[in-house]
C-alpha cells in the first residue's frame, strides 16, 4: 500500500484530520505512541478504506510515497521533538514534516532550521476549527518554504473549510509564520470571547434580562453586522437548561477559566516587540482573575462597591448601546490583532498577505465572523493601511457606535460592573486618535530622575535639562 499522508497524533483532532482527509479521497496512513487511539479510531469509524493503521513507525514512514508526507497533531512542546527525532533516521532529503498543532512560533523556526541541514522539509501549519471544524474543514494557515507547500496543498485545501468556493487555506509566509498567524488568532479569540461575556454580564446585571432574554438578543445579533460563530455558540450556551436542576446550565458552571498558553504568547510577542495588545492582554488577565475563585468569594464581602442609585433604563435603548459597544470593542480587538500581524511581519520580513488571512479566517476557525470580509476588502484596497481603525468603513462605524460603548463602560463603571475589555476597548481608541499625548511628561520625568534625555517638538536632536 501506497498511501499519500500519514498522521501521527491520534487524539480527537488528529483523529478528525485523518477522516477528512480519507473522506476527501487521501490514502491516510495514521500511527499513535500507544496503539489505544489507533484502535479508537478504528473502532469507532469502520469500513474506511481509507485509513491504514499501522502500529510500527518504520513501517508507517515506509508506506508513504515520496516525497514522504507526516502530518503531527501531537501534544506542543518536547513531545513534538520527540516524535521528530524519532523520524529523522527514517526519512530522507525532500520530505515534508507537518506540525498541525498549537506549537510556539519560535519553536517553529527552530525545528525549521533544524531540518533544512538534513534536507528535510518542515511547515508550521496553524489550524483552527476545534474538533468539528477538523473534521467539517478548518481554517488552515501553514508556513515554512513555499516550494515545500506546493508539494501538499493539494490535500490542505481540500480539507479545509470553503467559503464562496474559496479554499480557507493560504500560504502565510517563510519558517514559523503560520503558526505565529495562528497564535495571535487565539488571541483575537480570548478578546472577542471577553467581550461578548461582558456583554452578556451588563444585560443579566444592569438591565436584568433573564438568560433566556439574552439568548434571543444575541440570536437577532447574529443575523446582522455582529454575526460570528462566538455569537452563535453564546446563543446556544444560553438556551442549554441543566438536566439536573433544570436552571439555565450557565448558572451552574463554575466561573474559573482556563487557559493554554496561546493568549499569553501573543501578548508577551507583543509587549516585547512594542506592540499594542491591551484588549488581548485585559482577556487574558481577566482569565487569570477568574481562576482567583476563592479569594473573589471572600473579597466581595470585605470591598464595598460604589453607592449607586441603579435607577432603571430603558431596555430597548440600551441593549442597542450594547450591541454599538460589543461592535466597537470588536473592531478595536481586531485592530490591534491585524496591527500585530502588520508589525511582526515588518520585523521578521514575512510579508504576511493581511487580505488573504482576513478570508481564510471567514471559515472554520473560531473567529469566523462576517466583518472579516470587510477587513480583507480594507488591505485590498490599502495594503499599507496603518491601521484597522483608520479604514473607511470602520472609521465611519466608530464614529457612529463610540457612545454606545463610552456609555455602557460609564455605566458599568458606575455600577462596579467589571468590563477590563469594553473599558480597555475605549482607552485604546481614544488613545490612538490623540495627536498631542501626555507622553511629553514621562519623557521629562525620565530626563529629571535618569537624565534619559528628550526630543523637542520645534527641532532636531535629543537634549537634557537640569532639572534642579
Known sequence: MVNTIGVIGLGVMGSNLALNM??????????????????????????????HPYYELQEFVQSLQAPRKVFL????????????????????????????????????????????????????????????????????????????YEKVASIFTKIAAQVDNDPCCVYIGPKGAGHFVKMVHNGIEYADMQLIAEAYTFLRERLHLSVDEIADIFETWNQG??????????????????????????????????????GKWTSMQAIDN??????????????????????RVAAENVLVGPEHDRQSLDKDEWIEYVRQALYMGKVCAYAQGFNQYKTSSELYDWNLPLKDIALIFR??????????NVISKAYEEQPDLANLLLAPYFADKLKAYQLGLRKVVCEGINAGISSPCLSTSVTYYDGYRTGNSNANILQAQRDYFGAHT???????????TNWQ
Open 22 to 51: 480519507e473522506s476527501k479521497g487521501e490514502q491516510v496512513a495514521v500511527y499513535n505512541y500507544t496503539r489505544d487511539l489507533t484502535d479508537q479510531l478504528l473502532e469507532k469509524h469502520p469500513g474506511k478504506e481509507g485509513i
Open 73 to 148: 497533531m501531537v501534544t506542543a512542546g518536547k513531545p513534538i521533538d520527540l516524535v521528530i527525532d524519532a523520524l529523522i533516521p527514517l526519512l530522507e532529503a525532500g520530505d515534508i514534516i507537518m506540525d498541525g498543532g498549537n506549537s510556539h512560533y519560535e519553536d517553529t523556526e527552530r525545528r525549521y532550521d533544524t531540518l533544512k541541514d538534513k534536507g528535510i522539509h518542515y511547515i508550521g501549519m496553524g489550524i483552527s476549527g476545534g474538533e468539528v471544524g477538523a473534521l467539517k474543514g478548518p481554517s488552515i494557515m501553514p508556513g515554512g518554504d513555499q516550494e515545500a
Open 225 to 262: 453586522e455582529l454575526q460570528s460563530y462566538l455569537m452563535e455558540i453564546t446563543a446556544d450556551i444560553l438556551r442549554k437548561k441543566d438536566e439536573i436542576t433544570g436552571l439555565p446550565l450557565i448558572d451552574v458552571i463554575l466561573d474559573q477559566a482556563g487557559q493554554k498558553g496561546t
Open 274 to 295: 512594542g506592540i499594542t495588545s491591551s484588549i488581548i492582554t485585559e482577556s487574558l488577565f481577566a482569565r487569570y482573575i477568574s481562576a482567583l475563585k476563592d479569594e
Open 363 to 372: 471559515g472554520g476557525c473560531i473567529i469566523r465572523a462576517e466583518f472579516l
Open 454 to 464: 528628550y526630543e523637542r517638538r520645534d527641532r532636531e536632536g535629543t537634549f537634557h
